[in-house]
């Protein structure tokens, strides 16, 4: 096994891929499972300790000395490998990080998906896909029009060549990308923003009812178990998350808000109605907002939102924050709940099929519970 591994290298990492998923793609060639190559490659002067199997767990993590053996025996330097492997980086936090060599297959701790296999070429392997974790805006393939999915074991992406609106807000998902360091958070806010709006089945609402025909056209699923997909509502969600980010629109609403009071609230959903290419949406919000409950704006994401940044000591802290009841959900059936009549038990069933209840979701990151706001 020793012998083989200085060969390893013919197989190099792909930039954001999973450890466990490499593992696996340098265990083909050699007709081994992965776990056999892992414990031939860690092999040493101390036998190394494995938790859980690739059955268990798509992702591999190690442990500190676990992580040396891993780049002395193939041969690339460990900060090469954690620049790629992003589980290299950190051991996990049940994996105990002593002088012995330690693995464990786990739960992947973030959102992954396939990689565009035309993009990765001969790195793809029949029954060995790349899987990598997307990044903030990773997850379409713009050079082939794809929205990426989460299969183990093959590709799985949605073609948007009916979905020019998703490519145009990916482009300026992937640009707030590069001018904002905390983009994720901002776009998970918007998230929520734009699932409140979903929860409520305005019957006004077109745009998202074409979008999910195309959808279903493009996927070859019902309506009902594609209309919670992300995907959806995500030119709204760019679009709402671009207009809360500029700094130009932020200090128009502060200084509307010290000479106006309520009418900032009025400029803002204005704007959003216009952004959203929703010309009756204003209206509809404004007098959903003067009708609810004063209680309600306490979870109301986009309330919570301008009430942080009008307010007079006004901080960055918490200001991105999505209150736990109002966070769009990760689950599908809480989605299918939601948005369809039919049993969510068969919409989750034929969207699992489609592989449409994984990877890329904008929700929070999570954080400690004195940064949220009750």
Known sequence: MQASASTLVRIPPVAGELTGSWFRRMAAPYGLPAQDLLRGI?????RVQVTGTPGTGLELFLNAPARTALARSTGLPLSRLTRLLPALAAPHGRLADDENLRAAWYTPGEAWVGT???CTGRAWRPGQPVLVYPGTAGHVCRRHRRWLLAHPWSPASIPLQSLPEVLTAHRRHAALVRARPDAADVVALAAAVVWSWQVQGWRSETVWQDRVRRLAAATGCTPAAVAPHALVSYPETIAVARLLGAPRWQQQLRETAAAQGAAATELLLREISHQADRPWLADWLIAYTRAKPRTAVQTDPLDRWLHRLTAASTSSDGLWTVHRTAARPTEYSDRASFLTDRRPRTVCEEA??????????????P???PTQYP
């Open 352 to 365: 699992g099929a489609a592989f449409l209840t994984g990877g890329w979701e904008p929700v929070p990151s």
């Open 367 to 369: 954080r400690p519970g």
């Open 42 to 46: 860690l092999s040493g002067a101390h």
């Open 116 to 118: 565009c296999p035309a």
